[in-house]
Structure formats: C-alpha cells, structure tokens
C-alpha cells in the first residue's frame, strides 16, 4: 500500500514537474512576463480607467479583483493547455497508451500552476500597494494566502475541463481564452456580482472563484475565520465538483478513444 | 488600378476571408470579447449610480476594441502562421510581393472588423435606444474612415514587423490592451494622466477616434476635427513609411541569407 501511494506521488509530481516544464520551457522571458503580467496588467488598467470615467472615484474594488484573478491564468489556461497541447504535439497516443495510472498524469497537471498562480499574486500585491496605495495595515495574511491557494486550485478545476474539451477539439484554445475574458464580468472581479442580471448572478456563484474572491477581500480588509468560512467550504466544494468533472470527462475521452481505436486523431 | 490588380486584391481578400472564417471560433474575437468589455462598462456605470451608461464610450467602444483586437490577433498571427505552416516562403517567391500581400491582408481585416462596430452599433440602437438625432454624419463617415486607415497603417507595420524581428504572439499580447488604454477606446482620453495622454499623441487612432466620439456626441467644431484628422492622417503615413521601410530590410535579409525562410 504505501509502495503503491509511494509510486503514485512519484507520478505526480514528475508528471507536474514535466508538464509544467513543457508549456514554459521554449518560452522566453519576455514571452513568459508579458502573457503572466503584461496582458492582466494592462486590462486592469483599461478597467480602472473604465471605472474613473464613469465616477469611481476609488479604484482599489478593480486593482485587487484584477489581481484576484491571476492565478486563473496559470489554472484556466494553463492547466488546459498542458492537456490540449498532448493532442497538438502528438503525444497523446503515447500518453494513452502508457500504463501509468490516470489519476496522478491528469491531477498532476495543475500542481505548479497552483503554486505559479500564487507566487504571482504575492508579487503583484506589494506592485498594487506601490501603485495604488494598497493598504495592507489589517490584512489577515494568512487567511489571505489559504484563499489566493483556494482560488489557484478552484480554477485549475474548470482548467481540467476545459483541457478535456481540448482533447475532442480544434477549438480549445479559443474556448478558454473567452470563457478566461467571460471571468472579468462573471466573478467579482470589477464589481460586486449583485450587480448582475439574475441569471448571470445565478450563473457567477456555480463557477470557481466567484466564493474565493469575496472571501480574499474580507481576509484583506481583516477578516477572521469564522466569518468567511461559508464562503471557503463552498469554494473548495465547487473546486473539488469541477476538477472531479474535468477527471471524469478525460476518463469518457479515452474511453471513446479507445473504442474508437482513434487516439490523436479525436 | 489595372484589371488585373482589382483581381488580385479579389482574389487575395476571398483567400484570406476564406482562411477566417473556416473557424466561427474567430468570430469570437469579433463579437464577445467587446461585448464583455462593453459588459464590464455598462455593469461599471450602474454601480457607480449612474442610471444609463454613456453608450458611445461605452458600447460603440467596445466595436472598436473590437476591430482592433481582430487586426491586432489576425496581423501579427497571419505571418506566425505562415512561417509555422511553410506558406512563407511560397508567399516570399512568388511574383506578388510580400509587402502587397501584407496590405491587401490587412485590409481584409480591418473591413471585417467593421462587423464588430456594426453589432455594437445594433446593439446600441436596439437594447439601448441610442438615438441618431444630433450626430454629424459626414464627421463620423470621415472619422470612421480615417479609423480604418489608421488601423491598416498599424497592421501592415506590425506584420513586417513581426517577420522582420522574428517575435511571436506575445508582441500582439502586449500591445492589444496597451493600445486600447492609450487611445481611449472606452473612455476619453482626458481620463488619462497627462504623461500617457503624451504618448497617446503618437498613435494615428487616438486623433482619429476622437473625432469621431465628438462626431457621435454631437459636439464638433469644424476646427477640432480638422485638426484631429489632420493628426490622424499625418501620424498614419509615418506607420506606414515604417512599414515600406521595414519591408526592405525584409526582402534584404533574404538576399544576404540566401534563405527565403530566413525571416
């Protein structure tokens, strides 16, 4: 048993180490700041601005919802792109054809996602206290760390499914990619999701991080425990629903693929 | 123009049209991503209690970030595209040059961007009740048009740029929202400290976008907007004698190396 958990853990990180390499390794440096902080930067720059000239006077709401949201790009597009490339580049034959078992390749994929998610946030919010005055003075920074993991692993949840489809699509990439923009509307990130028509309200509280956002911002301003823990349980439960969806939708691919005796050719 | 140019820009747009519409995924790019901005500043607008959103900032911009994100993506990726499918090179050797493939391109996508301010023009008059009364049309149809030919001005400098310099899709990721910030596509450019709004004043768009809000809204003066279209035209001609410029040190580097695949 413990040589079998042993073995497992092994895969998974190896697999987590390699994956994570394999979607950052060819990049540059450059490439690798401007797709992590140039474009989130910039868009939330064009938000604030957004929100000046309609009479917001305080732009903190929008700096610290924008900078919530970052660890989605590494577990939305990440996580789905280290499952839809296998396809690209070929290798997802050889990767169903391995014996290896599914639980540690699949799972794995969003390890150091979750961690790049995070340490991305702590860099970006001494910028924002620098930038925007981002007072830090009563923050419960280590309810904050444990929301900003929860959020890096709840959306590397939609990543699992979203990676899936990538696996039965020629489409996949741009499916994230405007379902990553659909976020900035859907989540809390510029404005409190009361604010939405009802269904779009609705909508906002299935999806991961709309719970983890609004739990971030208590832990911000001072928030103990108690309070937000409705808010955490609920988050990690939509995490936990979506990464069991995307794990069972990859199960079903092979399956097919299997079956189908069609494996890249999906 | 000469019968047989007419056909080739024909033919040349169908090919590129043809390539862009093989996937309604694009199509995407067009119609939800300024549709989520437009979201966003609608959603801004009402929690700060305002009662009705200022629809040409706010939506008719979003159909320029529309049409500019489409150029900006399909500009810079056509080349990335090319070189990765080996069309390059067939493009580089064959008797039409590069640069007038680059051009008619461009102007594809920019005309199909028109799809996008179109929809939020729609979307303004239908959901929203935008009224047509008090805007100066032949200030907006001149501004429109300076608009288009900045942009074209752009995408032919960047498609040149990018197989000149050999930088990938994280150039177009850098400079879509950047562009969109400076210019003030949702927003005018007042809202912007003074040091960008500095900045701003190197992009063609800028001048010609804000003759057209002054158009839609009502309030130009023949001199304001003289004055921003001349900008626009003066600032565009520089994009585009950058790119005649570029393109040489294109076709160049393939005399020195011998290599068509060499950009």
Redesign the interface.
Known sequence: MIRLLRRYLRLYVLEAWFSYRALFAWSTPFAYLATKLGFPFFTMLLFVFMGKFVGISDPLYIVIGNILLLPSLNGLSGVSMTIGNERQFGALSYLLGSPAPRGPIFLGRALFHILDGLITVMVALPVAMLFFHLDLAQANFALLFFCVLLIAFSSSGMGFILGSISLVTRDGWMITSTLAMALYILVGVNFPVDLLPGGLELLSYCLPMTRGIMAARQALAGAAWVSVAPLIYGEALVGALYTLAGYNLFLFIEKRSMALGSLDAL | MRKWSLRLVWRQMDVQIRIRTL?W??L?IFI??PA??S???I????????PV??LV?TVIGGGIMGMWSGLVFTSTFDITRDRRDGTLELIVGSPTSLGMVEAIRTFTNVVAGLFSLGAAFLVAMLVFHYSLVGIDYVGALVSLFLIMFAMWCIGVFLANFIAWSRL?G??A??L???V??LCGF???VS??PGWMQAISAFIPIRWALQALDASLLGNSSPTLLLQNWTFAVLLSLLFWALSRWLEGKVHDRIRITGELNSI
């Open positions: 996937n995924y694009t995407l939800l991503q989520i901005f979201g966003v500043g959603l801004l607008s009402r929690a700060a209690g305002n959103p200022n900032y990938t994280a150039v990721d850098l879509e929202i950047p969109a910030v949702m927003y005018p809202v912007l």
